[in-house]
């Protein structure tokens, strides 16, 4: 049985075009118990098209709405994926607390003001130098920041890399990796296992499996498992796959949340 869906984008995200209602729906169609929406929130970010400016109040009501809607159906639960940015610690704190969120996923979209998805981020660095660079990046945030509750696709950088082999070797990175992962252990933090890697051409879900082993190694417990939909046929996708993936790295619970706070459904 697929439990939950924890990574989910409506059009409450300026890359979205997808209806709540139909989202949900389809949720309750694979027979899922909860769903988090985790609508866009970054802060600063460099495309004014793009603005991804989660409006509060009217998500919140919209939310607050299908919960009653679908009360027997399914939990409907209140999320937000947090773009982080060594600069705006302040910013997504006080955004994160002063809205009551189920749920905050903290992921690194835009490093030194450049878009990590753009041609831009890439120019001029060897895959090394980019990836380094990255990882470096989100090292950082996973410092600085305590706003959040799992990182977002963690090694995801490859995703839009423009290079001819852009896959990530752990081995190359573990340095730096390491030291994320045992920053999210000592904070108590988890990992968002993210299964748009397999419609985006990874084979995999984000994080690679090395990762995800080495989390359990080091004490990570907390996982959530998300399709980072933007549409409804990316519901749940390829979850069977997902819940094998996880437990072959050593994890029996998944993550799902109230208030910030976790409670764990085994993996059965």
Do not use: W
């Not at 003001?113 to 130098?129: A, H, N």
């Amino acid at each position: 049985m697929i439990y939950s869906d924890y990574h989910v984008h409506t059009k409450f995200s300026s890359d979205s075009t997808a209806e709540m209602a139909d989202m949900i729906n389809k949720a309750v169609k694979l027979g899922l118990k909860e769903i988090m929406f985790t609508d866009h929130m970054d802060i600063d970010f460099p495309d004014r098209n793009m603005p991804f400016c989660l409006y509060y109040p009217e998500y919140s009501e919209a939310i607050n709405l299908y919960k009653v809607l679908y009360l027997n159906k399914i939990d409907v639960l209140a999320g937000v994926e947090m773009g982080l940015q060594k600069h705006i610690v302040r910013e997504a704190d006080m955004f994160t607390q002063y809205n009551p969120f189920d749920f905050v996923i903290g992921s690194t979209h835009v490093i030194d003001g450049v878009d990590v998805s753009q041609k831009e981020f890439f120019d001029g660095l060897s895959k090394k130098e980019a990836y380094t660079k990255y990882f470096e990046s989100v090292l950082e945030n996973a410092m600085l920041h305590n706003c959040y509750n799992v990182y977002g696709h963690l090694d995801y950088v490859n995703r839009h890399a423009p290079y001819e082999d852009n896959s990530v070797n752990y081995e190359d990175y573990r340095d730096v990796i390491d030291e994320i992962l045992k920053t999210l252990v000592e904070k108590g933090k988890g990992l968002d296992v993210n299964t748009s890697g397999y419609r985006y051409g990874a084979g995999r879900p984000y994080p690679q499996m090395d990762i995800l082993k080495r989390f359990r190694e080091l004490g990570g417990e907390i996982i959530t498992i998300g399709s980072d939909a933007h549409r409804p046929d990316d519901i749940a996708y390829r979850f069977g796959d997902a819940y094998e993936y996880v437990k072959a790295a050593g994890f029996k619970a998944i993550a799902s949340f109230r208030n910030k706070q976790p409670e764990f459904i085994d993996l059965k």
